[in-house]
């Protein structure tokens, strides 16, 4: 195998160790800040989707989440019990519930807009807006090539 085969494919392997290690450290870096306000990862996930997209069925919110159900029915549970999420019948399925913020939530979730605009300002440290719009478009495709279907 060439040397510039071999640097290319030890490179592919270089940025998903990247990639992956950045993930990691934004995620350890916001939980740091989050948990300073009594807010763990699993109760700002449910928070931060929801104010992504109201009325989602439970089902739908734990596959976004990527986590069990049975998980997020605890959470979405506490939650309801702190009057930050409440549950409203489905009209197109007696079955199941759509979950909802409250007013309640809006504190909490201003609070978690600072905090990740603290971690991506610690992120992007010395990045020119150039660069930044650059990486944020090259993220999007990679995620768009991730989420295609395989044939």
Sequence with gaps: MSNNAKSGKDGAAQMSFELHSAARLLRR???RRAKAHGLSRSRWQVLWHLAKEEGQK?????ERMDVAPISLARQVDKLQEEGLVERRADPGDRRCFRIYLTPAAEPALET????????????????????VYQLQGLLERLRENLTREEV
């Design 29 to 31: 870096n916001f939980d």
């Design 58 to 62: 439970q089902a739908e919110l734990a």
């Design 112 to 131: 978690l807009r600072g905090l990740a605009q603290q971690t991506r300002i610690q992120a992007l440290a010395g990045f020119s807006a150039t660069e």
